[in-house]
């Protein structure tokens, strides 16, 4: 992610889509890499924190993306022989996602904002290792 002039949750948004897409849809290994110098907004990590409990961030996926989705993630249904249903289709996916995706969080032990955001965000606790 590279933080710009002008970058918002919109921006953040479409850079973590494209990485969950990339590790699920092309099944290609990838390393999402997150500097705590980069969160802007709070939405960030409530995003990531969602990627590290459940491997997805809700209704990040429009029409276009749910078809790719879909169609790339139904013959792994036919294949382990589950009714390739909308859901079994979904959590396919993100079964590739899990596999795929590693999240780098770089994080300052320093002040009150680290204790803060680990308070908030339980999973870069429980979902992490150091």
Known sequence: VKII?????TEWRDDVRTVLL??????????FLFNDVQIINEVMLEDINGILNAGDVPNIYG???????VTTCRSECTRKRIPPTRQNILNQF?????????????MSPLGETFRSRLLMFPS???????
């Open 124 to 130: 870069l606790v429980n979902c992490c290792t150091t």
């Open 94 to 106: 993100i079964i590739r996602v899990k596999r795929n995706l590693h999240t780098v969080m770089c």
């Open 22 to 31: 990339m590790a699920g849809l092309k099944d290609k290994p990838t390393t």
């Open 5 to 9: 002039k002008g970058y918002g949750v």
């Open 63 to 69: 029409p276009e993306e749910m078809d790719k989705i």
